[in-house]
Protein backbone atom coordinates (compact mmCIF):
# COMPACT_ATOMS: atom_id res chain seq x y z
CA UNK A 1 0.00 0.00 0.00
CA UNK A 2 1.01 3.35 -1.06
CA UNK A 3 1.61 6.26 1.06
CA UNK A 4 -1.15 8.09 -1.15
CA UNK A 5 -3.12 5.17 -0.84
CA UNK A 6 -3.22 4.79 2.80
CA UNK A 7 -4.28 8.63 2.69
CA UNK A 8 -7.10 9.03 0.10
CA UNK A 9 -8.94 5.84 0.86
CA UNK A 10 -8.45 5.76 4.18
CA UNK A 11 -10.44 9.05 4.16
CA UNK A 12 -13.00 7.50 2.32
CA UNK A 13 -13.30 4.31 4.15
CA UNK A 14 -14.23 5.83 7.27
CA UNK A 15 -16.62 8.58 5.97
CA UNK A 16 -18.43 6.11 3.34
CA UNK A 17 -18.29 3.43 6.69
CA UNK A 18 -20.43 6.43 8.52
CA UNK A 19 -23.11 6.62 5.29
CA UNK A 20 -22.03 9.77 4.27
CA UNK A 21 -20.38 10.67 0.85
CA UNK A 22 -16.58 8.97 0.68
CA UNK A 23 -15.94 11.91 -1.94
CA UNK A 24 -15.51 14.29 0.86
CA UNK A 25 -12.32 12.48 1.91
CA UNK A 26 -10.62 13.88 -1.32
CA UNK A 27 -11.19 17.13 0.58
CA UNK A 28 -9.96 16.09 3.78
CA UNK A 29 -6.77 14.02 2.07
CA UNK A 30 -5.27 16.85 0.35
CA UNK A 31 -5.66 18.68 3.79
CA UNK A 32 -3.66 16.37 5.10
CA UNK A 33 -1.35 16.39 2.64
CA UNK A 34 -1.17 20.25 2.03
CA UNK A 35 -0.37 19.97 6.19
CA UNK A 36 2.65 17.90 5.67
CA UNK A 37 3.77 19.89 2.75
CA UNK A 38 3.96 22.92 5.02
CA UNK A 39 5.93 20.96 7.62
CA UNK A 40 8.04 20.17 5.74
CA UNK A 41 8.37 23.33 3.86
CA UNK A 42 8.98 24.72 7.83
CA UNK A 43 11.75 21.98 8.61
CA UNK A 44 14.08 22.99 5.74
CA UNK A 45 13.60 26.61 6.73
CA UNK A 46 14.48 25.51 10.28
CA UNK A 47 17.06 23.69 9.19
CA UNK A 48 18.37 26.51 6.97
CA UNK A 49 18.64 28.20 9.72
CA UNK A 50 20.53 26.15 12.13
CA UNK A 51 22.94 25.02 9.44
CA UNK A 52 23.88 28.49 7.42
CA UNK A 53 24.43 31.02 9.66
CA UNK A 54 24.14 34.13 6.82
CA UNK A 55 20.85 32.79 5.99
CA UNK A 56 19.68 32.91 9.56
CA UNK A 57 20.79 36.85 9.56
CA UNK A 58 19.08 37.48 6.56
CA UNK A 59 15.58 35.67 7.38
CA UNK A 60 15.89 37.80 10.88
CA UNK A 61 16.71 41.26 9.03
CA UNK A 62 13.63 40.81 6.49
CA UNK A 63 11.76 39.67 9.22
CA UNK A 64 12.36 42.75 11.43
CA UNK A 65 12.26 45.50 8.11
CA UNK A 66 8.68 44.00 7.23
CA UNK A 67 6.42 43.23 10.56
CA UNK A 68 8.82 44.31 13.04
CA UNK A 69 10.27 42.27 15.95
CA UNK A 70 6.85 39.98 16.28
CA UNK A 71 7.18 36.44 14.88
CA UNK A 72 3.45 36.38 15.31
CA UNK A 73 2.31 38.82 12.83
CA UNK A 74 4.66 37.42 10.45
CA UNK A 75 2.84 34.05 10.82
CA UNK A 76 -0.45 34.98 10.16
CA UNK A 77 0.55 36.84 6.94
CA UNK A 78 2.37 34.08 5.90
CA UNK A 79 0.57 31.02 6.97
CA UNK A 80 -2.48 31.39 5.15
CA UNK A 81 -1.87 32.30 1.55
CA UNK A 82 1.35 29.92 1.73
CA UNK A 83 -1.22 27.38 3.11
CA UNK A 84 -3.58 28.15 -0.13
CA UNK A 85 -1.08 27.95 -2.68
CA UNK A 86 0.02 24.31 -1.62
CA UNK A 87 -3.49 23.36 -1.00
CA UNK A 88 -4.47 24.02 -4.60
CA UNK A 89 -1.26 22.76 -6.22
CA UNK A 90 -1.85 19.35 -4.35
CA UNK A 91 -5.65 19.58 -5.20
CA UNK A 92 -4.69 20.04 -8.74
CA UNK A 93 -1.57 17.59 -9.12
CA UNK A 94 -1.73 14.80 -6.80
CA UNK A 95 -5.34 15.19 -5.21
CA UNK A 96 -7.59 15.62 -8.62
CA UNK A 97 -10.21 13.36 -8.64
CA UNK A 98 -8.91 10.81 -11.20
CA UNK A 99 -6.26 10.10 -9.02
CA UNK A 100 -8.39 9.85 -5.98
CA UNK A 101 -10.58 7.80 -7.52
CA UNK A 102 -7.64 5.74 -8.58
CA UNK A 103 -5.96 5.19 -5.05
CA UNK A 104 -9.33 5.00 -3.23
CA UNK A 105 -10.26 1.90 -5.48
CA UNK A 106 -6.65 0.19 -4.77
CA UNK A 107 -6.86 0.72 -1.28
CA UNK A 108 -10.47 -0.86 -1.59
CA UNK A 109 -9.12 -4.13 -2.77
CA UNK A 110 -6.59 -4.32 0.07
CA UNK A 111 -8.11 -6.79 2.79
CA UNK A 112 -9.67 -5.39 5.93
CA UNK A 113 -7.00 -6.22 8.46
CA UNK A 114 -4.59 -3.49 5.91
CA UNK A 115 -7.07 -1.20 5.70
CA UNK A 116 -7.20 -0.64 9.55
CA UNK A 117 -3.28 -0.05 9.68
CA UNK A 118 -3.46 2.17 6.99
CA UNK A 119 -3.73 5.13 9.59
CA UNK A 120 -0.53 4.36 11.12
CA UNK A 121 0.88 4.45 8.13
CA UNK A 122 -0.78 8.16 7.78
CA UNK A 123 0.87 8.95 11.12
CA UNK A 124 3.89 7.79 11.72
CA UNK A 125 5.38 9.69 8.93
CA UNK A 126 3.51 12.83 9.83
CA UNK A 127 4.31 12.59 13.66
CA UNK A 128 7.86 12.38 12.73
CA UNK A 129 7.94 15.26 10.64
CA UNK A 130 5.99 17.30 13.36
CA UNK A 131 8.88 16.24 16.09
CA UNK A 132 11.54 17.04 13.66
CA UNK A 133 9.96 20.70 13.39
CA UNK A 134 10.26 20.85 17.22
CA UNK A 135 13.55 20.10 17.82
CA UNK A 136 14.61 22.20 15.15
CA UNK A 137 12.42 25.41 16.59
CA UNK A 138 14.03 25.08 19.92
CA UNK A 139 17.55 24.07 18.48
Given at each position: ????????????YE???????????????????????????????????????????????VN??????????????????????????????VG????????????????????????????????????????????
Amino acid sequence: MTFLEALYGSQYYEIHQKGRDGNKGRHNGNLFLSAMVILLLVAVFLLAISVIPWFAQGATQVNNSTFGNSGKYAGRMLAIPIFAVVYILVAISVGNEANFKKHVEAFMEYPDEVKRKANARLLVPFCALLTLVFVLAVW
